[in-house]
């Protein structure tokens, strides 16, 4: 019998430890439950999503073309829809200013607030 990897997956069904059980053949690593023999993969999407976001924002800042590879513009909306969904984490400066300028404009179905200190 294998040993367990330290990394070891939980299996999603009944929560005990997965081992290790060969590779699909994308050469990712699969795992099965010893308990109720459900097989995983493991996937990453952390490249292929960081990719996706550096295209959206050429094409959303530098108004670069929606395909760079040759699909066409429909496919490229449908692959970064999730880019939309991003809410970006802003802390607060601390400062305090006398006068705040405020005005809002909406985009996509959002309202986007823009604020200055007058200055």
Known sequence: ?????????????????????????????????????LTAGTRNNTKRRRTQLAEFLDWLLEAAPQRKRPESARNFRKRVDWCWRLEPRIEPDGVVHRVVMADGTYVNGWCLLTAIDGE
């Open 1 to 37: 019998m294998r040993t367990r990897s330290k990394q070891a997956k939980k299996c999603p069904v009944c929560q005990s430890p997965m081992r290790k059980n060969g590779h699909d053949r994308m050469g990712r690593q699969r795992w099965q439950c010893d308990e109720c023999r």
